[in-house]
C-alpha cells in the first residue's frame, strides 16, 4: 500500500489476532507482553482445553498454548489439527523427545519451545507468519473464483469468465466515475448480471444517476453478508449499484479495514461473486482506498487524459500496479486497458501510446478506446441520465473497450433462459438466479 499521510494505516490494517490459551499467571505475563506491541491484538484468552476448542472455531491470527492446561499430547494434538492459523506451543519441562517432534509436525505449529519461551524474541516470526497465512487465504479465495474449475461454467457451456474491473487513475477528474457507470450499464444492458460499486467519499454515483446517497457502502460494511449486499443496493434499469461512502469519515474507516476482514472490498467483491453477477465494476478513488480495490480486481481500466500531462499520471498510475503493488493484486498484464478520455484536438492515440511507451521503457497496454469531449455527456449526468442513452457519439466511442471487456461472456449472455425470463448461472455447482 502506499501513500497514507498522517496514519500509520498499515499497522492498523495489519494488527494480528492472538489467541492466548494457559494457566493464568503465564496468561498475564503473555498480555503484558503482547499489550506493548502495536502488530498484535489479544483477542481472546482461555484457561482450560474446552474454552480454547470453542474460542479456536473464530479463528484467530495466532494461538499461543501453553501445554500445561492439557492432560497429555494426545488431546493436544486434536486440538492443534483443528486449527488453520499460527500456533506457537510451549510444552512442559517434563515433555519427551517424541511428543515435542510429533507437535512440531502438526501444519499449524511454527514453534514448539519447552519450558519457557522469550516472547519478544519469537514476536517478528509470529507476526510474519500471521501475514504470510493472511496473504495465502486472500490468495486462495481469489484465486478459486478467478481460475474457476471447468464445472463453474454456464448453463450454455460458456466460461462465465467473471469480471472484476477496477476503473482507476490516480488523478481526478479524468472520467473514472463517468466511465465506470456507463461500462457497467453497458454490461447490465448486454444481459450480463452486474454490479457497480462506487467508492468515492462524497460518492458521486448517486448524484448522476439519480439515486438517494442511502442505502450505501456504509449499510453493507454494517452488515457484511449476502443479505446485507442485497438490501444495500439500488437499481439503475437492469443494473445494481452499491453506492459509495456519504462522507469522508465513513471513507477514512474502510481505509483502517483489514483486507481480509468481512467488510474490505475483496471481501465484497468475493460475496457478490458468489451471489451469481458476471461483472462487477469499482469506481476505484484516487485515494489509498483505492489499493483495496486493486486486489479485489483482475481487470484494470485506466482513464487518461489526452495530454503529456495525462501520458506522465497514467504512467506512473500503471507503475504503481505492476511494480509497487505487484503481488498485491490479480491483474495480469493483458487484464490493463487504457481509455482515453475527452479526446479532441489534443494528442492523438498514436502518439499517446508512443509518449507513455517512451516513459516506460517497454511497451505500454494498448489504447482500447478513445472517447471524445462531448458536452453532453456532463448534462446527461447534470439531468441525472446515462451518458451512455443521451448521446450516440458517446455510446459509440465506449464500445470497443465494452466489446473488449465484455465480450468473452457474450456466450454467457446467452445462455438459455428459465421460464421466469430470469437467467441461471452455476457457480462451484450451485445454481444461481439472477
Ligand atoms: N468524455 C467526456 N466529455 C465531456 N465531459 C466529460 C467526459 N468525461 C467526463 N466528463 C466530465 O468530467 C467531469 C469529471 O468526470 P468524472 O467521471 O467525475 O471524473 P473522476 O471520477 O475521474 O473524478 C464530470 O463533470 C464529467 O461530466
Ligand atoms: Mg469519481
Not at 110 to 122: Q, S, W
Not at 157 to 166: H, I, K, Q, S
Not at 260 to 271: G, Q, Y
Not at 384 to 402: C, G, H, M
Request: some cysteine; glycine content about 8%.
Amino acid at each position: 500500500m502506499w501513500n497514507h499521510p498522517g496514519m500509520n494505516l498499515q499497522q492498523a490494517a495489519d494488527a494480528v489476532t492472538v489467541l492466548l490459551a494457559g494457566q493464568i499467571p503465564r496468561l498475564q505475563a503473555w498480555y503484558t507482553a503482547l499489550a506493548a506491541d502495536a502488530r498484535f491484538r489479544v483477542a481472546m484468552q482461555a484457561t482450560d482445553p474446552q474454552d480454547l476448542n470453542s474460542k479456536l472455531v473464530t479463528n484467530p491470527d495466532v494461538l499461543l498454548l501453553d501445554a500445561t492446561i492439557y492432560p497429555g499430547p494426545q488431546p493436544l494434538l486434536e486440538t492443534l489439527t483443528r486449527y488453520h492459523g499460527a500456533a506457537y506451543v510451549l510444552l512442559p519441562l517434563e515433555a519427551s523427545r517424541e511428543a515435542m517432534d510429533s507437535i512440531a509436525q502438526v501444519p499449524c505449529v511454527k514453534g514448539v519451545y519447552k519450558g519457557d519461551l522469550n516472547l519478544v524474541a519469537i514476536a517478528g516470526e509470529m507476526y510474519a507468519a500471521a501475514q504470510a497465512q493472511r496473504q495465502a487465504r486472500m490468495s486462495a479465495g481469489m484465486e478459486a473464483l478467478w481460475n474457476r474449475p471447468q464445472s463453474g461454467m454456464g448453463a450454455g457451456g460458456a466460461p462465465l469468465g467473471l469480471r472484476v474491473v477496477a476503473v482507476w487513475n490516480q488523478a481526478g477528474g479524468v472520467g473514472k466515475t463517468t466511465l465506470a457507470s456507463n461500462l457497467a450499464y453497458e454490461a447490465a444492458r448486454r444481459g450480463l448480471p452486474t454490479l457497480l460499486v462506487g467508492l468515492g467519499a462524497p460518492d458521486d454515483l448517486p448524484l448522476i444517476l439519480g439515486l438517494k446517497p442511502e442505502p450505501n457502502l456504509n449499510h453493507w460494511r454494517a452488515n457484511p453478508t449476502a443479505e446485507g449486499l442485497k438490501l444495500a443496493l439500488q437499481k439503475v434499469d437492469t443494473l445494481d449499484v452499491l453506492a459509495g461512502f456519504p462522507d469522508v469519515l465513513s471513507e477514512a474507516r474502510a481505509m483502517n479495514t483489514p483486507l481480509d476482514a468481512p467488510e474490505s472490498v475483496p471481501k465484497l467483491v468475493l460475496t457478490a461473486a458468489y451471489m451469481g453477477y458476471a461483472v462487477i465494476v469499482l469506481d476505484a478513488p484516487p485515494t489509498a482506498l483505492a489499493s483495496a480495490a486493486l486486489a479485489a480486481a483482475n481487470t484494470l481500466v485506466l482513464v487518461a487524459r489526452p495530454s503529456l500531462e495525462g501520458v506522465m499520471r497514467t504512467v506512473e498510475a500503471y507503475r504503481t500496479v505492476v511494480e509497487r503493488l505487484a503481488g498485491e493484486h490479480h491483474i495480469p498484464a493483458a487484464g490493463v486497458y487504457v481509455a482515453l478520455n475527452r479526446t479532441g484536438a489534443r494528442m492523438g492515440a498514436d502518439e499517446w501510446h508512443k509518449a507513455a511507451s517512451t516513459l516506460l521503457g517497454r511497451p505500454f497496454p494498448p489504447v482500447a478506446a478513445q472517447i471524445p469531449d462531448e458536452p453532453r455527456v456532463g448534462e446527461a449526468q447534470d439531468a441525472r441520465k446515462l451518458p451512455l442513452n443521451a448521446s450516440d457519439t458517446f455510446a459509440r466511442s465506449l464500445k470497443p473497450l465494452a466489446d473488449a471487456l465484455f465480450s468473452t461472456q457474450g456466450a454467457a449472455a446467452g445462455v438459455p433462459q428459465n421460464g421466469s425470463g430470469k437467467k441461471t448461472f452455476e457457480i462451484f455447482g450451485v445454481r444461481v438466479k439472477v
